[in-house]
Nanobody
């Protein structure tokens, strides 16, 4: 059974930083793409960032480029999302996901095979 578990969300003020973690278990993910998505109330789930495992290549949504950084720890099978200069519009539930068919479009939520339960990030102005 594949499991993805997010942690690290919380309530912060605009301009603050947070680091989200996504720990994977149950399967070797060396060939997977790992992604972060977010969903604000009343909005569709949107792509935030993704990282290919081998070779390591990162991708970002334009809205977070330069502020967010996705990274990985191979030994822990964990992916991180470092979020700096947070804005109120970053408020959402953040989900991590894993994609086994890496040739598919990475920014499309429907292509991902596994999802975590989500962690709330709230940024106050």
């Amino acid at each position: 059974q594949v499991q993805l578990v997010e942690s690290g969300g919380g309530l912060v003020q605009a301009g603050d930083s947070l680091r989200l973690s996504c720990a994977a278990s149950g399967r070797t993910f060396s060939s997977y793409v790992r992604g972060w998505f977010r969903q604000a109330p009343g909005k569709e789930r949107e792509f935030v960032a993704a990282i290919r495992w081998t070779p390591e290549i990162t991708y970002y949504a334009d809205s977070v480029k330069g502020r967010f950084t996705i990274s990985r720890d191979n030994a822990k099978n964990t992916v991180y999302l470092q979020m700096n200069s947070l804005k109120p519009e970053d408020t959402a539930v953040y989900y991590c996901a894993a994609l086994s068919r890496s040739y598919l479009r990475l920014a499309e939520a429907g292509n991902y095979d596994y999802w975590g339960q989500g962690t709330q990030v709230t940024v106050s102005s």
